[in-house]
């Protein structure tokens, strides 16, 4: 008796349709504030339409990059612009051609780049305002000329741009001047701003679409020579994650269609002035844009 059982069993179990249950879809962020928002709304938006979704914040931009590449990763918002410079190798590009160009780049890799958001957040030079009327800085060069006339001038900047292909080093080659070594100090980015507003560096490596520029009144430095490419932000998958999610292209869609530059320096403000929790600004985004209830 127990083997007819079985037996019906197995034939059941061999004539019922398969169903394929798609994994979690495993997403990662950078160690700053408006790519860990980035995540948290994707992994908030996704769980809410249904789809499983865990999130590793935290990590560096190699990592992150290295997770994706290897299969460890399924999705997280990257730059443009460094992405070209520091992945491919490949010199800055404009604006309007980077994404096909990525995209061409990556495939080999089984990557796809999806829609743009309208967040161009390039990095930014940052002085007190009481500092720029001092010495009289309104642009690179002018800083470039300070250094250059001998003015002992501290800049505070994090580790990653200090070394990196598109970092200070050639920066300053293109502006014609070097901060002397004793005058770089080298901390997490988010350091960066307190470090400037409380006058222990003179001058700050700053996100520019970050709150803390307008809310601790600090002035940007134009950048005159154009040197800093543009760094659009931009969701990147696996093309094995979207097989397995075809909603992820639409859904994503849904989110960079109503990120630009204005609604994300307030989002980081929530984090960083008004010591909102993460969670709780991702939620209200995605509440405000009409995306969750």
Not at 106 to 135: F, H, I
Not at 167 to 182: C, D, I, K, T, V
Request: proline fraction near 4%.
């Amino acid at each position: 008796m127990n083997k007819i059982v079985a037996c019906l069993v197995g034939l059941w179990l061999t004539a019922m349709p398969f169903v394929a249950i798609a994994a979690d879809v495993k997403l990662g962020a950078k160690g700053f504030t408006e790519n860990i928002l980035a995540g948290e709304i994707t992994q908030q938006y996704l769980v809410s339409k249904g789809i499983g979704a865990t999130l590793t914040s935290g990590l560096g931009s190699n990592v992150v990059r290295q997770g994706l590449v290897s299969g460890q990763i399924d999705l997280y918002w990257e730059y443009t612009g460094p992405a070209l410079v520091n992945y491919h190798k490949m010199p800055g590009i404009p604006r309007s051609q980077m994404l096909a160009k990525l995209n061409e780049l990556d495939a080999p890799n089984g990557l796809e780049w999806l829609d743009s958001s309208d967040v161009n957040d390039t990095y930014a030079l940052a002085v007190r305002r009481e500092t720029a009327k001092a010495r009289g800085l309104r642009t690179t060069s002018d800083l470039a000329a300070a250094v250059n006339r001998g003015e002992k001038i501290t800049f505070g900047c994090n580790a990653e741009f200090y070394g990196r292909k598109d970092g200070l080093m050639p920066m300053q080659e293109a502006y014609g001047f070097s901060f002397p070594r004793a005058d770089i100090v080298r901390m997490d980015s988010g350091l960066v701003y307190q470090a400037l507003r409380d006058g222990q560096v003179d001058v700050g490596l700053v996100f520019s679409t970050d709150g803390r520029i307008p809310a601790f009144d600090f002035v940007l430095l134009e950048d005159d020579r154009q040197y800093h490419i543009a760094q659009v932000m931009t969701p990147v998958a696996t093309k094995a994650a979207l097989e397995a999610h075809p909603q992820l292209k639409p859904l994503l869609k849904d989110i960079s269609s109503r990120l630009n530059e204005e609604v994300m320096a307030k989002l980081n403000a929530q984090v960083d002035v008004e010591k909102k929790t993460i969670p709780e600004v991702a939620n209200g985004f995605l509440k405000s844009s009409g995306l969750v209830n």
